[in-house]
T-cell receptor, first 115, second 112 residues
Framework: EAGVAQSPRYKIIEKRQSVAFWCNPI?????LYWYQQILGQGPKLLIQ????????DSQLPKDRFSAERLKGVDSTLKIQPAKLEDSAVYLC?????????????FGSGTQLSVL | GNSVTQMEGPVTLSEEAFLTINCTYT??????LFWYVQYPGEGLQLLLK?????DKGSNKGFEATYRKETTSFHLEKGSVQVSDSAVYFC???????????FGAGTRLFVKA
């Protein structure tokens, strides 16, 4: 079974530039999550999709971050413009139905450095 | 709001030592509780879970018991190996929007 695919693996940009990350979840998984993991901290949920609808985006900085999941499959997370504090690993995860007792399957993440 | 607090690391142990990593949570209702592990160079993966009070999750020699009276889910292993060196994350999935919230992580080093 193929896992959650993310790209790119690493990205270095200057502040105020824009960047986009891509995620392809496990086939058949309805729920997709984007997490931000700052060095030394646990993952923080940015946005959760159920199929192509948003379930929770309460912690997404909407003035600069946006995300979409067209056709309920793969997803793109964008930052525009980037700030220094956006330096982090961006993790994509998926689960079958997004139920309370389901485990999340994580991708390897995209490490973003904003200079 | 819901939150997870786990002991700060790093934790350094010798091989075959007993491991405990403390985790407590704050949540309304009856969340599911999880331990995820991140080995060096790898992505986060589920280690074990428990979905109701007094349930014990176990995997690879690790155990954790869902204690509602103390709102805890401590991770234990009787005899650690060098290969257990990793970062361990305690997490909960709430009963509202099924959002999974993670603790800050505890790094474990096991010396041969």
């Amino acid at each position: 079974e193929a896992g959650v695919a993310q790209s790119p693996r690493y990205k270095i940009i200057e502040k105020r530039q824009s960047v986009a990350f891509w995620c392809n979840p496990i086939s058949g998984h309805a729920t997709l999550y984007w997490y931000q993991q700052i060095l030394g901290q646990g993952p923080k949920l940015l946005i959760q999709f159920q199929n192509n609808g948003v379930v929770d985006d309460s912690q997404l900085p909407k003035d600069r971050f946006s995300a979409e999941r067209l056709k309920g499959v793969d997803s793109t997370l964008k930052i525009q413009p980037a700030k220094l504090e956006d330096s982090a690993v961006y993790l994509c995860a998926s689960s079958f139905m997004g139920q309370r007792n389901e485990k999340l399957f994580f991708g390897s993440g995209t490490q973003l450095s904003v200079l | 709001g819901n939150s997870v607090t786990q002991m700060e690391g790093p934790v350094t142990l010798s091989e075959e030592a007993f491991l405990t990593i403390n985790c407590t949570y704050t949540a309304t209702g009856y969340p599911s509780l999880f331990w995820y592990v991140q080995y060096p160079g790898e992505g986060l993966q589920l280690l074990l879970k428990a979905t109701k009070a007094d349930d014990k999750g176990s995997n690879k020699g690790f155990e954790a018991t869902y204690r509602k009276e103390t709102t805890s889910f401590h991770l234990e292993k009787g005899s650690v190996q060098v290969s257990d060196s990793a970062v361990y994350f305690c997490a909960l999935s709430d009963t509202g929007g099924f959002k999974t919230i993670f603790g800050a992580g505890t790094r474990l080093f096991v010396k041969a």
